[in-house]
């Protein structure tokens, strides 16, 4: 049973920074591609970012190029999303999502019917 628990959430000023953390348990974690998605109070879920599998490929949403950074750390199976000059619009529940690749692979996914699994999310809040 694969679980994610996002972590690193919370109120922070406009301006500011935060680093929220997704931890893995259950299967390999370095065989998953991931992702972190958002979802604002009567707003659908939308894609932040996301990192392969293997050698380092990442994407971003045009909304948080720039701003925003994912990484992720194989050996403590934690995948991270360092977000600086934070705006009201980026309040949202923030999820991390991984998707099994079974091979080596440098591609990235941006669609969340491309997952396989999520977590709960945690809140973030930006006030203005």
């Known amino acids: 049973q694969v679980q994610l628990v996002e972590s690193g959430g919370g109120l922070v000023q406009a301006g500011g920074s935060l680093r929220l953390s997704c931890a893995v348990s259950?299967?390999?974690?370095?065989?998953?591609?991931m992702g972190w998605f958002r979802q604002a109070p009567g707003k659908e879920r939308e894609f932040v970012a996301a990192?392969?599998?293997?050698?380092?490929?990442?994407g971003y949403a045009d909304s948080v190029k720039g701003r925003f950074t994912i990484s992720r750390d194989n050996a403590k199976k934690t995948v991270y999303l360092q977000m600086n000059s934070l705006k009201s619009e980026d309040t949202a529940v923030y999820h991390c999502?991984?998707?099994?690749?079974?091979?080596?692979?440098?591609?990235?996914?941006?669609?969340?019917?491309?997952?396989?699994?999520w977590g709960q999310g945690t809140q973030v809040t930006v006030s203005s």
């Open positions: 259950g299967r390999t974690f370095s065989s998953y591609a």
């Open positions: 999502a991984a998707k099994e690749i079974t091979y080596l692979s440098g591609s990235y996914y941006s669609g969340s019917n491309e997952y396989d699994f």
């Open positions: 990192i392969s599998r293997s050698f380092g490929g990442t």
